[in-house]
């Protein structure tokens, strides 16, 4: 079946870091990838996707690339800061059978310092 | 355009009592779902309803029922509340049948059952 394997957090990091949080998948066919993020005591909300092999998801400073050799979809920003402290998930989407099924990873827990 | 909106926001029960969460979206998706969310063990998917009038088990389905009561609402009630089902409630839909299609969230219902 369908997972997403992602590193364990918390992460913690120094306001101006770099930030990489790995993300690798298993699924059969062309799954599109996701990354969610979910800020203190709210619902998750989409951060970022890609939708075939080599496409790049950005938003508000994050990418990741969509590696179908290495089977990853790694979270990268290059400068965090203490507002993009939240947990991020990362998750696929595949059809099958007429409906499909997102599959989430376990989160990754982001704190960034002053 | 609210999007998605679940009721109530906290709720605690004692073992044994019943009680119905509501969740309903306003933009027009078909397909509808209800996860819990325990520390350490990500989003974990108890119900789902690709369209008006289906509804499928997820990976967690016992000890609660669901019902699209139309295509904007979809309930999750829980008969016979148990400690276990301690954890905070999140619904989400999505727009289509693709795997591209991403999920909203909405902002959760945390449920304490004594």
Known sequence: GNSVTQ????????????????CTYTATG????????QYPGEGLQLLLKATKADDKGSNKGFEAT???ETTSFHLEKGSVQVSDSAVYFCALSRGSGGSYIPT??????LIVHP | NAGVTQTPKFQVLKTGQSMTLQCAQDMN???????????GMGLRLIYYSASEGTTDKGEVPNGYNVSRLNKREFSLRLESAAPSQTSVYFCA????Q???NEQFFGPGTRLTVL
């Open chain 1, 66 to 68: 969509y590696r179908k």
């Open chain 1, 104 to 109: 989430f990873g376990r989160g990754t827990s």
């Open chain 2, 29 to 39: 998706h078909n397909s509808m779902y209800w996860y819990r969310q325990d520390p």
């Open chain 1, 30 to 37: 062309y799954p599109s990838l996701f990354w969610y993020v």
């Open chain 2, 98 to 100: 693709g795997p591209y």
């Open chain 1, 7 to 22: 590193m364990e957090g918390p992460v913690t990091l120094s306001e101006e870091a770099f930030l990489t949080i790995n």
């Open chain 2, 93 to 96: 839909s999505s727009g289509g």
